[in-house]
């Protein structure tokens, strides 16, 4: 399917180099570029390759990782190992209602809006002012219409929404369970994330006395494999501890 305005893709070079933009059938100025003459993305699709000022560029539709890796940074993201297990042991897909606390820079936010699109609905509950406009920042660069911010203490807050699932990404979520915990509907699922095994601790037995099923909690690490033409090696580097991620279901 050809490209179509208002979509955000990426053009990358040879090297690897990513260069965002946001398609309309004009003349477009991109960043350390130059000025493109739009209209030529009415003919081009997702992996078509175009000629720049000499220089062959292959143009891409984002995959999440992709946007995710893009945002304009402030506070410590979610990174994608954690955000895939996430939106696997919610159930989060098309037409989900998310209940998200903690915007921070929005690296969470957009992989849950681009699983829940384009029936579906995020509400962020954000402390910070400062992190709700970066967030919002990042989902608008990306296109994103079917999300809503609220700066407040989600310890306090009492939003309007029945969700599918509560997601929290705060240091003491147990001191919010009272509040938001009602707001999931039966059988829906709660998922912490936090980086310490004493707020850990404290999290997992709130959420047993609060009467959720199905408690577990784990960490997820990632080690990249080195292949080349003389072998394969796992990589000297490895994408260990994040945080833990803690699961439990509502009932009735």
């Known amino acids: 399917m050809p490209f179509e305005e208002n979509e955000s893709v990426f053009m990358e070079d040879s090297y690897g180099k990513k260069h965002w933009l946001k398609v309309a059938y004009k003349m477009l100025k991109i960043h350390s570029l130059g000025t493109v003459d739009g209209e030529r993305f009415r003919e081009l699709d997702d992996g078509s390759r175009m000629m720049v000022a000499g220089k062959e560029f292959t143009v891409f539709r984002p995959t999440t990782a992709d946007m995710m890796a893009s945002l304009e940074r402030g506070a410590q993201i979610i990174t994608p190992k954690d955000a895939e297990v996430i939106l696997f042991r919610c159930d989060i897909r098309a037409g989900s209602t998310v209940l ?151 009932t009735a």
Not at 114 to 130: F, I, K, Q
Not at 235 to 249: E, I, K, N, P, Q
Request: hydrophobic share 40%; charged share 25%.
């Open 100 to 250: 998200e606390v903690g915007a921070g820079s929005g690296a969470l936010t957009i992989a849950l809006l681009r699983a829940v699109s384009p029936n579906g609905r995020v509400l962020t509950l954000e402390l910070r002012e400062d992190n709700a406009q970066l967030a919002g920042r990042n989902v608008r660069r990306m296109g994103f219409d079917n999300w809503e911010c609220m700066v407040c203490d989600a310890r306090e807050a009492d939003p309007d929404i029945t969700a599918d699932a509560l997601v929290m990404d705060m240091p003491d979520p147990e001191n919010a369970f009272g509040n938001l915990l009602p707001k999931v509907r039966p059988g829906g699922m709660v998922c912490v994330y936090i980086p310490n095994a004493n707020q850990l601790q404290n999290a997992v037995n709130a959420m047993r006395d609060a009467g959720l099923r199905d408690v577990f909690a784990y960490e997820t690490m990632q080690r990249e494999m080195v292949v080349h033409p003389g072998g394969v090696r796992p990589s000297f580097d490895m994408l260990g501890h994040t945080g833990y991620l803690a699961f439990g279901r509502r």
